[in-house]
């Protein structure tokens, strides 16, 4: 179990929810993970008495628990809710737990199977989700056609947790959601392609598992959530930048953005701001850092 610390003095009752964690291990491995990188995989787990946590830094996984505490109140007789499975494959257990798969009518075995995210409002933007989110998804489905049933319909219930009416009013004619929850339709990939990517992801992680912590593969920049620097076109707010105008943002070059913010409405309300490249996943949301040679080294000193 990880170390918790509260050193922003929250009350005791919050500070224990948010470091409270029901998650128990099942199988060799599980979904999440396996879509996850297998250098952060292994370090947690060689080093989860070490790690150090702040009970402010899991505000967003209380949110995201409670959420799907309320979304669990759905009630069909023939619904599976929350129920963790394991799904044999070639001698290994893999571990799933759908969100929701609920019946498309009384009596066929045709099911939709949901995925409940808390997420930001630029994700709205995808028309097909999240890599992650179509992997995540196809294994689940994998894992419950072989329990026979027949999914035949994939999404991610998006939940924006900075949705605004605001913002929606504003951004009409642009991509921003119009409601605070949105379905997100995830393709559906053939099942002997999910096997396969499934066997692969097992084979690279057996491959890591007595490697030393520093021999462990890299992330790659997906993994890490990695932004080259750029520049942005963004609205002005008492003198100072605020947020990005839409379609406002990754410009290569000043000069690109600049042009882009003469072509907008009252130009003279927006500004041109660089943006210094990071790796948001290692920065701000990997409990593996303090133990990765790559995040020491290259990551620490980032200015993000």
């Known amino acids: 179990m990880p170390i918790y610390t509260n050193n922003y003095g929250l009350p005791k009752p919050v500070a224990m929810a948010l470091a409270a964690d029901d998650y128990d291990k099942h199988g060799d491995y599980s979904t999440t993970g396996l879509i996850g990188p297998p250098r952060a ?3 947690i787990e060689r080093h989860s008495n070490e790690i150090v946590i702040d009970v402010m830094d899991n505000s967003h996984a209380l949110r995201g628990n409670a959420l799907h505490y309320v979304a669990s109140k759905a009630n069909h007789r023939r619904a599976i809710i929350e129920e963790r499975f394991l799904y044999h494959i070639d001698g290994f257990q ?4 759908p969100d929701i798969v609920w019946p ?9 199977l949901y995925d409940y995210k808390d997420c930001s409002t630029w994700v709205a933007r995808l028309t097909k989700g999240k890599d992650e989110w179509t992997k995540q998804c196809n294994l689940l489905r994998l894992g419950m056609h072989e329990r026979g049933f027949n999914i035949t319909k994939l999404a991610i219930i998006a939940f924006f947790k900075d949705w605004t009416q605001k913002d929606a009013i504003i951004n009409t004619g642009g991509n921003y959601p119009k409601h605070p929850i949105k379905e997100l339709p995830i393709d559906i990939v053939d099942l002997e392609k999910v096997k396969h990517w499934l066997r692969q992801r097992i084979k690279l992680f057996e491959s890591c598992k007595h490697l030393p912590d520093d021999k462990l593969p890299i992330c790659t920049p997906e993994e890490r959530w990695n932004s080259d620097s750029c520049h942005a076109v963004v609205h002005v707010k008492d003198g100072k930048p605020g947020k990005a105008v839409s379609g406002g943002t990754r ?3 000043a000069n690109e953005a600049e ?3 003469l072509n907008q409405k009252d130009p003279q309300n927006k500004m041109v701001v660089f943006r210094e490249g ?3 996943r290692c920065e701000k949301y990997c409990d593996a850092k303090d133990f990765c040679d790559f995040y020491r080294n ?3 000193n980032s200015p993000f």
């Open 298 to 300: 290259t990551v620490d």
């Open 251 to 253: 410009f290569a070059t």
């Open 278 to 280: 990071c790796n948001k």
């Open 41 to 43: 995989h292994f370090l």
């Open 94 to 97: 893999i571990s799933m737990k």
């Open 259 to 261: 042009s882009f913010r």
């Open 104 to 112: 498309e009518d009384e009596k066929a075995n045709e099911f939709s």
